[in-house]
């Protein structure tokens, strides 16, 4: 497996509902960032992860809870969720300050989430 | 207020010839712009960047122009190809008055190029 992946791929939940989306990377990167993408809007950066430590939280509400138990692997837990978080979760990772914030992020193929 | 725009929420090009997809930006700090095309299902896909101290950078098909003072930049592709249907998005990043590199896209301009 290469490059950056995402499960699942759709998920649909309810507002009671307790769900987790999971994103691994296979690059030897040392950040992780979650984004959001709603329709007709820019990708909004959620959370970054760098050498497993949170250094960004991008007023999030509390409902996104995310986890990052190595360089490797990041999950976003979802609980209670609204119908207005419906949206594209994009993951991406990069080499997070070896290049004096030059560095590109890849992406993953993202989790389109529908709650009900 | 959005730093980095993308005005054009779409574009049409024949195929074989050029398109230019625009983007502008008000943050003075950023110093790194990038590129991404996104084809529908799937995660942005990075396509090209340019540092700021470089008005141009090339890449076979995709060159990418930065004009700081007009705090402008702009990818032309040619000759365009079906295959570069998508949707294109500009990113920056630069201000790190939070502490971390963070990218700003823009809202993305859907290039259709008809066959």
Same mark, same amino acid.
């Given at each position: ?8 791929? &759709? ?47 991008? !007023? ?7 986890? @990052?138990?190595? !360089? !490797? &692997?990041?999950?976003?837990?979802? &609980? ?10 994009? @993951? ?25 | ?42 995660? $942005? ?33 040619? $000759?365009?190809? $079906? ?33």
């Amino acid at each position: 497996e290469t490059g950056v992946t995402q499960t699942p791929r &759709h998920l649909v939940m309810g507002m009671t509902n307790k769900k987790s989306l999971k994103c691994e990377q296979h690059l030897g990167h040392n950040a992780m960032y979650w984004y959001k993408q709603s329709a007709k809007k820019p990708l909004e950066l959620m959370f970054v992860y760098n050498f497993k430590e949170q250094t960004e939280n991008n !007023s999030v509400p509390s409902r996104f809870s995310p986890e @990052c138990p190595n !360089s !490797s &692997h990041l999950f976003l837990h979802l &609980h209670t969720l609204q119908p207005e978080d419906s949206a594209l979760y994009l @993951c991406a990772s990069s080499n997070e300050g070896l290049a004096g914030g030059q560095e590109t992020q890849y992406f993953g193929p993202g989790t389109r989430l529908l709650v009900l | 207020d959005q730093q980095v725009k993308q005005n054009s929420p779409s574009l049409s090009v024949q195929e074989g010839r050029i398109s230019i997809l625009n983007c502008d930006y008000t943050n003075s700090m950023f110093d790194y712009f990038l590129w991404y095309k996104k084809y529908p299902a799937e995660g $942005p896909t990075f396509l090209i960047s340019i540092s700021s101290i470089k008005d141009k950078n090339e890449d076979g098909r995709f060159t990418v122009f930065l004009n700081k003072s007009a705090k402008h930049l702009s990818l032309h592709i040619v $000759p365009s190809q $079906p295959g570069d249907s998508a949707v294109y998005f500009c990113a920056a990043s630069g201000d790190t008055t939070s502490g971390t590199y963070k990218y700003i896209f823009g809202t993305g301009t859907r290039l259709k190029v008809l066959a």
